[in-house]
Every structure is written in C-alpha cells, then in structure tokens.
C-alpha cells in the first residue's frame, strides 16, 4: 500500500557539539517520508522555492517516493536554524524562515487523493485540517505536531486529533496538552480526544502506546555516538506508517513492531546530519538491529517464579 | 539460598501531594529485605535505637527475615523526613539525624559470614566496606549507594565497587560518577571500576543493565496512582538480588529476569506509604503482575520485515 506524507521540506542549518551543516535537507516530511519509502510506496506533498536543489528531489526520487505533490514554486524555501548543547535532548531555535512555506495550500488531487494511509507529519493544523478534507476514504490518518502548535493553535490542532486515527507526540507534548503529568492519565486524556491510539515518545527512554484499556512500552535503542538528533521523531513516525501500511493485516501486534520499526529508523538518523545516514541505509542494517533490538529487551515468558510467599 | 542485607533501617517522615506518614518504617534495608523476602530467606544486618517499634521487627519476622543481625542499642533510630512535590523523581530532603547510625559496626559472624549473596544496600561505603571484609567467599555481590557517597566519599565508594560484583545506581548518579552524559559511555565507564554488571535506573523509565559487550534495557511498569515514590530503589535491588539467589543456576536471562521482577516490586512499593503495600503483598499479584508486564512490552520476534530496499 502506498502512503500519503504532507508536511515541511525545509534547508536546515543546524550546529551540534559534534558538528555543523548549513542548508541541508531537512523538514517533517523529508524525514517521514525518506523513513518511510524504506517499507511502502511513498506520495510526498509539500512546497519548496527555486532555491530548493535538484539534488535533493533526486534524493528523493532515488528512493521511489512520488515527488508530484512537492510544489515548487517561485521564492525561498522553509529554513530552519538550530543548535543543540550536550543534552541533545532539546533543540534551541535560532532562526524560522517561513518563506513559501507559509502560502502552502495543499492540493490532494489524482491518486494522492485516493491514499489510504496518510501521515500528516508535523506542520499548521490548518494545513492538516485542509488535506483531510480533500481525502477520500483514507483508512488510517495518523497525526504529528510540536509544542508550538499546542501553544498557539490548540482549536484547530484538536479538530485534526478528532479526525486522526494515530496521534504522536512526545511526553511533554502530551504533558503540556493535557494538563496532566501522570502519562497513563495524559494517555487517557489524549485518546478522549477522539482517536484509536495515542504514541507518546520520551526521547532517549524510548515510548509508550496507548489505547483504550492498554498500554504497551519499548527503551530506546541505545545509542554511543549521536550526532544530530534533528528529525527524530518525523523519522519515527514515517518508519511507523511506512511499516503499517505493508503489513498485509494490522494487528495488536503490527502496531507493537511498527513503533520498534520507528525506533529503529530513529537510533540510524540521530547517528549523522541531515538525512545522511538514511540515504545511506540498507535493508540489513534494519533487520540487523531490529533483531539486536529483540535480544537488547526481550525477556523470557517462561520463567518460573519461585517465591517463598 | 538466603541473602544478606545490609543497610539502614529508619523511621521516615514522609509528605507527598497525596499524604504523609510519620515515623514509619523506612530504610534502605527494610525495603531491601522486604522485597527479597518474597524470593530469598533474608539475613538482616543494621541497627535501630531503644525507640524502635517492636511491631516493625515483628513485621520483618512474619516474613521470616532472619533479624538475629539487627543491632539494638540504647538510644535513638537514624530518622529521615522528607518530601515530594508533584515531580514524583526528587525527594526534598527536609532533616536527616543519623542518630545510632553513625556508630553503626556491623558484626557478621556466625552464619550471617558464609552468606553467598550479599546485597550492601544505601548506606556509607566504609560500612560496606567492614561488611565485605568479613564475608567468608561470597559468590555474588550487589552494591547500591547514593549521590551523597558519590560526592562525599567517592574513594571508599570506588574500592566497594571494585570489590563488588554488580552495582545498582541511578542515571544522574551514573552520569556524576562518570562524568561522562552518554549512558552506554557511563556504563563502560562503571563496568572499568571493576564489576561484571551495572544496573542503571532511570526511575518512571524503566532500568539499563550493561556487561561488557552487551546491553538489555526494559521500560517502567506504567503506574496512575504512585503516592509514595520513598525506597523504589532498594525494593528494586532486593526484589533483583532475591529472585537471582532463588534461581538454580544464574544465567544472562536470570539477570533479565531479576530487573524485571525488581521493577514489578518497585511498581508495587510506591502505590502506598512506606511498607504497606509490600506488606500485604501476595504471590499472585507478583506472578499477574510479571505477566502483565511482560505483554506490556515483549514484541514478537516472528516479525516479517516487509522492505522495499
């Protein structure tokens, strides 16, 4: 099944303690998508200017995603520009440049229009709200955002949770919407809001599922050496979708190894700038460390419990 | 096999958004023994004042926890009062008098020196230190401390380490010990001060245990109600060391087992005030709740990776 991705494609330019790039691929729906294409035939929509490089959309083609829906248009690209101390946890924006970005009108039209999986990755819920309107019978929308749209666009940003199926978020996302600091009860509250499962990630402590009467839990993969963890959790959520939408039934326990999937996606984008380390990925390295994955968490269910009591 | 457990054995004073109990028994080796109890005939060694509660050894005797080592001397019980406000993580340390407890000398003789498993809970490392010097060929031991000994007595705390077996310490005392703010570096780090296992808690995200060359990680037990977050650790050391001493023979999968079961006896600790909740315990609730656990976060390793590339 192919999936649907909108969101930001962007040029980056991002300082870590580990290093520096200026004007690299970056953007929600670079990383989703990118994550993605490794599982499912991906439909990119987003907008970029005439300053976007070519080299990046035939990065993109490389990869088999459909770069039909990217919208170039005259005038300047999205630009961001962060830095990261050693907690790489939190990035410190520099500088947003909206540019194009903030005239993209989304038009789902042809085959996109007929997706059934759709990932609106982290970008205006207006934006989100426009493509779900122009869909037709997608089978499963999964939602992203960030914290600012929380703090400035919480109306819209709930329609588009109301319509969703999935939403992701990571744990102070969830905190900060719901009031609540207790995560089973924020899990609560979110799915309240109207959809079927609720994934809130916790950075380096890994991320938790919820729905309604259960939960489910995985670590982080444990990483020596990051380098930029820019896109970590636009890359989550593509391997995620990209994951679930080539499963030929969706399960209890296709959600349980697409959030490993996510995971696993994340640990290799974190370990280089931009989508360095993706572009370069291979089918082995996945399974490899999705299998190192299952031996790193995985504990036995036929131990005996000897106890005196 | 029994274990002994040395440590402090106190009377706490204790507030919380949800409550508060007063001079209730508390200590790192009353939660220590008590969770190894379930598992492990328990050898208590520490010491208590003339003001100590006969109700709260008895309480250590109906779980048939050997107290013949639990000093009691004229004068009064080391006491520590503290509170939590709604970040469960950090206790507010409001009063601590060491009382007796400075003059503690533990005295192993008899059988208590051919103790096999020994777990040094929380308590200054020269103590741990006099312990190990009397033991009589342990075949395992476990050292837990606290970020007070890291930054006061960081030289006798190195020299318990490198005589121990496997350390149990927290991330941000891993990371303070270490210097070092990765967390697989601080665990080479700690695993170079001579044990063959460190075990890193990371409190509501679950628990990291690193050997040389390899390492397991498995979440939180995700809990909506903690009233009490007081003694989580020591429960989690004793439930470890208690299940490893009952187990035939100690494999890599009796050390995933054991953190496990450490986290299910945490997870039960903290849902009520000082030992209540241990106290009235019952095998099922341990055996459910390992179950529970293990649906809440054992994905399948029959997984088809579906990729594209």
Tied chains: 1, 2.
Aim: overall charge positive.
């Amino acid at each position: 099944m192919s999936i649907l991705v909108v969101g930001t494609v962007a040029l980056d330019t991002v300082q870590t303690p580990f290093g520096k790039v200026k004007n690299a691929l970056g953007g929600s729906a670079s990383y989703s998508a990118l994550s993605a294409s490794f599982f499912s035939k991906v439909k990119l929509s987003s907008i970029v200017g005439s300053d976007f490089p070519q080299e990046f959309i035939t990065l993109f083609q490389r990869r088999g995603i459909d770069t039909e829906g990217l919208d170039i248009k005259k005038g300047k690209t999205f630009r961001w520009s962060g830095f990261y101390s050693y907690d790489l946890n939190t990035a410190q924006t520099l500088k947003t440049e909206l540019n194009l970005l903030s005239h993209f009108n989304p038009d789902i039209s042809g085959d996109y229009q007929d997706a059934k999986f759709v990932l609106l990755a982290n970008i205006s819920p207006h934006v989100q709200l426009e493509v779900i309107r122009q869909l037709k019978g997608p089978r499963l929308i999964v939602c992203d955002t960030m914290n600012y749209w929380i703090e400035h666009e919480q109306k819209p940003l709930k329609q588009v949770i109301k319509k969703s199926d999935i939403l992701i978020l990571n744990n102070s996302e969830a905190r900060e919407l719901t009031q609540e600091s207790n995560l089973i009860k924020a899990g609560k509250a979110l799915l309240a809001l109207g959809v079927r499962l609720v994934i809130v990630k916790k950075g380096e402590y890994g991320c938790s599922l919820f729905s309604r009467g259960s939960s489910f839990s995985i670590p982080a993969y444990l990483l020596e050496n990051v380098l930029d963890p820019t896109g970590a959790g636009d890359t989550f959520a593509g391997g995620f979708l990209g994951y679930l939408a080539a499963c030929p039934k969706i399960t209890e326990s296709s959600f349980k190894a697409a959030i490993v999937i996510g995971t696993i996606m994340s640990s290799y984008v974190v370990e280089d700038f931009s989508l360095n380390r993706l572009n370069k990925l291979k089918k082995e390295d996945i399974r490899n460390r999705f299998e190192a994955f299952q031996r790193m968490t995985n504990f036995s269910n036929r131990i005996n419990l000897r106890m005196r009591v």
